[in-house]
């Protein structure tokens, strides 16, 4: 994720991020998504948007959406924020 944040900057100025340490449990991301989706690294969205290309794999839990692994976030990236496709 560094990388792809590195090579399109202005996801820095629109993703709000976080990073977390290893270990689990996880405090910051169990009370949010439950403890079974503790997975690293996450895009929790506050907002789905609008025609989402089925490609890209939304989860659900406790209320948030959010997309999980460096591939399908850098998928998303490139659905929505117009990124490189990951291939």
């Not at 340490?21 to 996880?26: F, H, K, L, M, V």
């Not at 405090?27 to 403890?35: D, S």
């Not at 948030?64 to 692994?69: L, M, P, T």
């Amino acid at each position: 994720m560094a990388g792809l944040l590195e090579f399109y900057p202005k996801l820095k100025q629109t993703v709000d991020i976080h990073y977390i340490d290893y270990p689990r449990p996880r405090p910051e991301l169990a009370p949010l998504l439950g403890e079974e989706n503790q997975s690293c690294p996450v895009l929790v969205l506050h907002t789905l948007p609008p025609d989402l290309p089925p490609q890209v794999k939304v989860q659900q839990a406790k209320g948030h959406a959010f997309v999980e692994g460096v591939r399908e976030i850098a998928e998303y990236f490139a659905q929505v924020h117009g990124t490189g496709i990951p291939h």
